[in-house]
């Protein structure tokens, strides 16, 4: 998995995140949330969905606590958990901003193919390292300091572009279905600085990009 998480600000591990609702298949029957923190996002699912909800969560303490409100929860880092989720079970997947806190997420991607049914689905968020905010402290800052949250958070041990992210579904063996900016900047300078670039840099205004990748049979 990634650096120590303990050190984090409130809120950090019981986040739901709204804006990831539009993602969300029309039919869910059992789910696994991947970095489940303290479970307020699966919380909402199971409550919302009256689906079955597992999590997996790195920290021991955070990890605790959704077990209270979810069927089952695993702790400790995912690859060597995987052995421990049943074959051909869960029909989502969540990985809300966690896929770049783990140092082989190709690979985690291509062995849950297999604790998937078929067509099931991945629904991701990942940080756009290409921000513009980011993007502007690197070329004229000549700045690449890591923070304690945010997409230069201490934690993450990869990088991702909108392109990086579908290769990486791609090659792991899934069918992007839907592939979206989310949560842009209101800042104007990224929309006209893409106007200026005849729109060569759309992205920058994203901090994420919320991904559904579908297993192909």
């Not at 759309?202 to 919320?210: G, L, V």
């Given at each position: 998995?990634?650096?120590?998480?303990?050190?984090?600000?409130?809120?950090?591990?019981?986040?739901?995140?709204?804006?990831?609702?539009?993602?969300?298949p029309?039919?869910?029957?059992?789910?696994?949330?991947?970095g489940?923190?303290?479970?307020?996002?699966?919380?909402?699912?199971?409550?919302?969905?009256?689906?079955?909800?597992?999590?997996?969560?790195?920290?021991?303490?955070q990890?605790?606590?959704?077990?209270?409100?979810l069927?089952?929860?695993?702790?400790?880092?995912?690859?060597?958990?995987?052995d421990?989720?049943?074959?051909?079970?869960?029909?989502?997947?969540?990985?809300?901003?966690?896929?770049?806190h783990?140092?082989?997420?190709?690979?985690?991607?291509?062995?849950?193919?297999?604790?998937?049914?078929?067509?099931?689905?991945?629904?991701?968020?990942?940080?756009?390292?290409?921000?513009?905010?980011?993007?502007?402290?690197?070329?004229?800052?000549?700045?690449?300091?890591?923070?304690?949250?945010?997409?230069?958070?201490?934690?993450?041990?990869?990088?991702?572009?909108?392109?990086?992210?579908?290769?990486?579904?791609?090659?792991?063996?899934?069918?992007?279905?839907t592939?979206?900016?989310?949560?842009?900047?209101?800042s104007?300078?990224?929309r006209?600085?893409?106007?200026?670039?005849?729109?060569?840099?759309?992205?920058i205004?994203?901090?994420?990009?919320a991904?559904?990748?579908q297993?192909?049979?």
């Amino acid at each position: 998995m990634s650096a120590d998480l303990i050190n984090k600000p409130s809120g950090y591990f019981s986040n739901v995140r709204e804006e990831m609702m539009e993602f969300l298949p029309k039919n869910i029957g059992v789910v696994l949330e991947i970095g489940c923190g303290e479970g307020g996002f699966s919380t909402y699912l199971k409550n919302t969905y009256h689906c079955e909800v597992w999590g997996i969560e790195y920290e021991k303490e955070q990890g605790l606590v959704a077990s209270k409100y979810l069927d089952k929860v695993l702790i400790g880092d995912v690859g060597q958990l995987m052995d421990q989720l049943p074959d051909h079970y869960f029909d989502t997947v969540i990985c809300n901003d966690v896929l770049e806190h783990i140092y082989d997420p190709y690979t985690i991607l291509k062995s849950l193919k297999t604790k998937m049914k078929a067509e099931g689905k991945v629904i991701s968020s990942i940080p756009n390292i290409r921000y513009f905010r980011n993007l502007y402290d690197l070329v004229f800052n000549k700045n690449w300091d890591y923070q304690a949250n945010g997409i230069l958070d201490i934690t993450h041990v990869r990088f991702f572009t909108t392109k990086s992210i579908v290769k990486m579904y791609e090659n792991a063996g899934y069918k992007v279905l839907t592939h979206k900016g989310i949560n842009a900047s209101k800042s104007i300078k990224p929309r006209l600085f893409n106007i200026l670039t005849l729109g060569t840099f759309s992205d920058i205004k994203y901090i994420q990009f919320a991904t559904v990748a579908q297993v192909k049979l």
